[in-house]
């Protein structure tokens, strides 16, 4: 399955392409380098004392793993071009740091493609994700694996008073294992939104969100699964509201397509302060065969209305998107879509 779009679509940016443990491609434009914007590889930037005390601040720390990227936009900074990233596995093995570091008052979108191609086995990827006051940032991760590929991918933010992330998470094709965990922790007054659209057939695969609240944080947590061909998709979402004012909300979306996968979802709610407001709703169901008959009777194949009904459970989930990714994101619903059936 092709990309839908080119990773790297202009200069106006920065990108950045790993494949295994070699650095292929990074690019910075020379407006952005002038503010003081910062891409470059991990193991030279903890050569500043203050990058390495960031370190495995926001997810448990692991020994050994250098390669990786580095990013930094400084305080005040509107960035209106995605920065992309790319990771590829094609050969055996790979291990992943990236640490991004927003400033205070600045906004970004930061676009990131992970995939296994050829003799690729093993990808594991850490991400960790500090915002400063007031900072903004839309964090897209799609990733596209070979049926033979194990994953680890974690993901830890620590978003500062009054910042705000919208993290979007979706797949094209699922490893045979993915074990896949975001962790955030919101301070005072932040905005918080995940969505996950996960399509899987066969394969074993867990997808954990953990997200904290302090005084007047908010938070949404959006999900749409679709399990077919043997799949076990299982799906843990805490909410932890731990100040006064704290709001949050869950909403999972579980479809079967055949009655050998499983979907588990467990929404789980936890209030530490008496002034905090969480809700939560899930679902899981299968396709209604009066809509499939329904759009059978108006000429279309069996696998294409099967197609049009998932395209349309997706679609419900990019509504948080920015206007300018939708078009991307769109390309991939039908592709994945497309692949539901098998």
């Known amino acids: 399955m092709s990309m839908p779009w080119s990773i ?31 891409l470059e590889p991990l193991e030279k930037a903890v050569e500043r004392e ?10 448990p720390a692991r020994e050994g793993i250098v390669k990786g990227a580095f990013v930094y936009v400084p305080p005040n900074t509107q960035i209106s071009a ?11 093995a790979q291990w992943v740091h990236n ?15 992970c995939l296994s191609a050829g003799e690729g086995e093993e990808h594991q990827g850490f991400t960790e994700v500090y915002l400063g006051r007031g900072a903004k940032l839309d964090y897209i991760t799609i990733h596209g694996w070979s049926k033979q590929t194990s994953v680890v991918a974690e993901v830890g933010v620590i978003a500062e008073e009054g910042s705000t992330i919208n993290e979007f998470y979706v ?31 066969a394969g074993n695969s867990t997808l954990e969100t953990y997200v904290a609240l302090e005084e007047g944080a908010s938070a949404e947590i959006l999900s749409r699964i679709v399990a077919t061909r043997g799949a076990l998709v299982r799906q843990p979402i805490t909410v932890e509201a731990r100040g006064e004012g704290a709001r949050g909300h869950i909403e999972c979306r579980g479809l079967q397509l055949d009655p050998s996968s499983m979907v588990e979802t467990i929404p789980s709610l936890r209030s530490m302060h008496g002034g905090a407001q969480l809700t939560h709703e899930a679902a899981i169901g299968k396709l209604s065969r009066e809509e499939l008959e329904y759009l ?35 390309a991939t619903l039908d592709l994945i879509a497309k692949a539901a059936k098998g």
């Open 8 to 38: 790297f679509e202009s200069g106006k940016s920065a990108n950045y392409l790993q494949r295994n443990f070699d650095i292929v491609r990074l690019f910075v434009a020379k407006r952005l380098a002038e503010k003081g914007f910062i």
């Open 50 to 59: 203050w990058v390495r005390k960031l370190l495995w601040k926001a997810l």
């Open 82 to 92: 995605p920065l992309s990233m790319c990771f590829v596995v094609d050969r055996g």
């Open 99 to 113: 640490v991004l570091f927003i400033g205070d008052n600045s906004e970004v979108t930061v676009s990131t493609t």
């Open 171 to 201: 797949t094209l094709r699922t490893p045979q294992a993915l074990k896949s965990s975001t962790r955030i922790v919101g301070g005072r007054k932040t905005n918080i939104l995940s969505s996950t659209l996960y399509v899987t057939g």
């Open 296 to 330: 059978m009777s108006k000429g279309f194949s069996e696998d294409e209305a099967v197609t049009l009904l998932v395209r349309g459970f997706l679609e419900l989930g990019i509504k948080s998107l920015p206007e300018a990714l939708k078009p991307q994101v769109t």
